[in-house]
């Protein structure tokens, strides 16, 4: 493990724990070339790789989620996907890690409920100066934009299964409704935001 990466973890806090991929540490990344990355997340490359054996596994037998749809290369397959898919990056590239404004942190996190329907989460965060701010998502709770003039340290409130209206009032989403109020904008909603992942060793 690098140096810049384990001074990071000595100070950082409640990690995302998930059964799959284990603690996630979210933070920012400056890297040797002076690039900076708003949102990454560190996580130990063991869960990863026995996840990758037992799948590689299963593909042999034909129990795998490829191989169960008699494809001929269910296997090429399945290693394809865990060497080519996601956005990595190497330990060695970073100079510098903080901690990111992007990240909601645990003990909000843990306030919003899940899915609204399927395949989407809708809640707001009402901000101290009043300010009600609509968030959403397709998939990931990792790290969210959020205007500029804000921090998640300025939320007093979380509202879920809502949405801001026109007139900046909160609203309701009734959970698993088939077709979303028609003033619902999501293009004005603060969406997730993509991220890389650095995979360290103990």
């Known amino acids: 493990m690098s140096k810049i990466i384990l001074d990071f973890l000595k100070t950082a806090r409640n990690p995302i724990t998930n059964s799959t991929y284990g603690d996630s540490y979210r933070c920012s990344a400056y890297l040797v070339d002076g690039t900076y990355l708003p949102c990454v997340v560190l996580r130990k490359s063991e869960p990863i790789a026995q996840l990758a054996l037992k799948r590689f596994e299963q593909e042999k037998k034909g129990k795998g989620i490829f191989g169960s749809s008699r494809s001929a290369d269910a296997y090429e397959k399945i290693v394809k996907h865990f060497v080519t898919s996601g956005n990595r990056l190497s330990n060695y590239d970073i100079a510098n890690l903080e901690p990111s404004k992007y990240a ?79 003033e619902y904008d999501t293009s004005v909603v603060c969406r997730e935001r993509p991220y890389f992942v650095c995979y360290y060793d103990t």
């Open 104 to 182: 909601i942190p645990l003990t909000l996190l843990s306030k919003i409920e899940g899915e609204t329907t399927m395949g989407w989460t809708g809640f707001v965060l009402e901000m101290r100066d009043g300010k009600a701010l609509p968030f959403g998502t397709s998939f990931g709770m990792e790290f969210f934009n959020i205007p500029e003039n804000y921090t998640f340290e300025d939320v007093v409130a979380v509202h879920n299964h809502s949405y801001v209206s026109s007139l900046g009032e909160i609203k309701p989403l009734t959970e698993g409704m088939s077709a979303q109020p028609t």
